[in-house]
């Protein structure tokens, strides 16, 4: 089984920035992706970022050239840099992690953005 731990919501001015990290860790398990997820009240989840192994990434329009999203794979670590943020931004955070047989979940971290 495979946990992951967020961190680094919280609340910011339209324009600051935040950094979130996801961890993931458990035993006998070989991570391929991993992403960075959001959803806002009364809306669907939408994926933010998505990182491979080989370090490629994709990013929603709504958050490119704004956000970076990095990965650690020796530690198995998610990194999702926000910057220039706008009160759309606004949402519960999810880390993602998928092996080649499984998908796991973070439990969410809250960001809210103030204008």
């Known amino acids: 089984q495979v946990q992951l731990v967020e961190s680094g919501g919280g609340l910011v001015q339209a324009g600051g920035s935040l950094r979130l990290s996801c961890a993931a860790s458990g035993n006998g398990f070989s991570i391929n992706t991993m992403a960075w997820y959001r959803q806002a009240p009364g809306k669907q989840r939408e994926l933010v970022a998505i990182?491979?192994?080989?370090?490629?990434?994709n990013y929603h329009d709504s958050v490119k050239g704004r956000f970076t999203i990095s990965r650690d794979n020796a530690k198995n670590t998610v990194f999702l840099q926000m910057t220039s943020l706008k009160p759309e931004d606004t949402a519960v955070y999810y880390c993602n992690a998928n092996s080649r047989y499984a998908t796991y979940w973070g439990q969410g971290t809250q960001v809210t953005v103030s204008s």
């Open positions: 990182i491979f192994v080989s370090g490629g990434a």
